[in-house]
C-alpha cells in the first residue's frame, strides 16, 4: 500500500518558499504521493439565499495543474495527484492539455482524480450546466484519453466536437490514469465502467470491506480485472487520535483492494506548513514508517 499525504490547500498559504519546503520535506520523508483539492470559486455565506457548502471564499485554494507545474520541479519521485478536480465545470480539451503539460514536465507522475461537484455557484461561473454534469463527465474522460493517445482526433458527441486536430505534447502516460470520486450508485457503476481508480471518504473496516467488494463486482461485469483498479483510503488526523493512528494504517492494510492511503493534516490548529510537516514526521513515527 502507497502512502501519500493531502496538501493543506487551505492551511497552507501563500508563500511558495515554504510550499517548496513542504513538498521537499514530504518527499524526502518517503511519502509516495501529494494529492490536492480543487474548487475555482468560493461563495459568500451572506449570499441571497445562503450557502451550506463546506467551503466559503475565504478558504484558499491554488489552481491543482498550475500548483503541479511549480512542485514538478520542486520535487523528483512522488507522484502529483488531484483529488479531485471538478471536471464537468472545466473546458475538456484545456483539461487535457494541463494535464498533459504537468505530465511532461514531471516525467510522467501525475495522476488525475476527477469528479462531478457539488457546487452550483462555480458551475454558474464558469459556464457549465450544473444539471447535465454526470453525463459531460463520461464524455470528457472518452475525448481526453483520445487527447492523450493519438495526433489527431476527430470526435463528435453530444457535449464534444473536435475535427482532426491535437495536443502537443503528449503525455508521457499514455493514457494519463484517471481516477473518480463519489459515491452514489451512478458513480459506482460509472466508476467500474470507465475509471483507473476509486477516492472513496469512509473509515476502514467491515462496512467499508463490503463497499469494496461490491465495487469489484460491477468492475468484473464490466469486463474488467478488479487487481488493476485502484482505491485510496485517507486517514485525516483531526478525526483520529493519536493512540488509534497505527490501528488506523493496519485497518486499511488488511482491507481487500486497498492500493494507497493518503494522510490528511488539516484541522488540527496547526499554523504554518513546517507544522504540518512536522505533525507528519510524527505520524511517520507513531505508525513505523521507515
Given at each position: ?47 441571497p439565499g445562503g450557502w451550506k457548502g463546506p ?76 444539471t447535465t454534469r454526470g453525463r459531460r463527465i ?153
Amino acid at each position: 500500500m502507497k502512502i501519500g499525504v493531502v496538501l493543506p490547500q487551505t492551511e497552507i498559504g501563500n508563500d511558495p518558499v515554504a510550499i517548496k519546503a513542504y513538498a521537499e520535506a514530504v518527499e524526502g520523508m518517503g511519502f509516495t504521493h501529494i494529492l490536492v483539492f480543487d474548487h475555482v470559486l468560493g461563495a459568500n455565506p451572506a449570499r441571497p439565499g445562503g450557502w451550506k457548502g463546506p467551503y466559503t471564499y475565504r478558504h484558499g485554494f491554488h489552481e491543482p495543474f498550475v500548483l503541479f507545474g511549480f512542485l514538478a520541479a520542486a520535487t523528483r519521485r512522488v507522484e502529483l495527484v488531484t483529488g479531485i478536480i471538478i471536471l464537468p465545470q472545466r473546458q475538456t480539451a484545456l483539461v487535457a492539455k494541463q494535464a498533459a503539460a504537468v505530465d511532461v514536465l514531471s516525467g510522467g507522475r501525475l495522476r488525475l482524480g476527477v469528479a462531478v461537484g457539488w457546487n452550483p455557484v462555480e458551475f454558474e461561473a464558469l459556464g457549465e450546466d450544473f444539471t447535465t454534469r454526470g453525463r459531460r463527465i463520461e464524455e470528457q474522460i472518452e475525448v481526453m484519453r483520445a487527447l492523450w493517445t493519438r495526433e489527431l482526433v476527430t470526435f463528435t458527441g453530444k457535449q464534444h466536437r473536435i475535427s482532426d486536430a491535437g495536443i502537443n505534447p503528449l503525455p508521457v502516460q499514455r493514457p494519463i490514469p484517471i481516477w473518480m470520486g463519489g459515491e452514489s450508485e451512478v458513480v459506482q457503476r460509472r466508476m467500474a465502467r470507465i475509471a483507473d481508480g476509486w477516492m472513496p471518504h469512509f473509515r476502514p473496516g467491515a462496512p467499508a470491506q463490503a463497499v469494496v467488494d461490491r465495487l469489484h463486482g460491477l468492475v468484473r461485469e464490466a469486463g474488467r480485472d478488479p487487481k488493476a483498479f485502484g482505491i485510496e483510503g485517507r486517514i485525516a488526523l483531526s478525526q483520529v487520535p493519536q493512540a488509534e493512528w497505527s490501528k488506523e494504517v493496519e485497518g486499511w492494510r488488511a482491507m481487500r483492494g486497498i492500493t494507497h492511503l493518503c494522510v490528511h493534516t488539516a484541522g488540527l490548529g496547526l499554523a504554518k506548513p513546517a507544522d504540518h510537516v512536522e505533525m507528519l514526521r510524527r505520524f511517520r513515527e507513531v505508525v513505523g514508517l521507515k
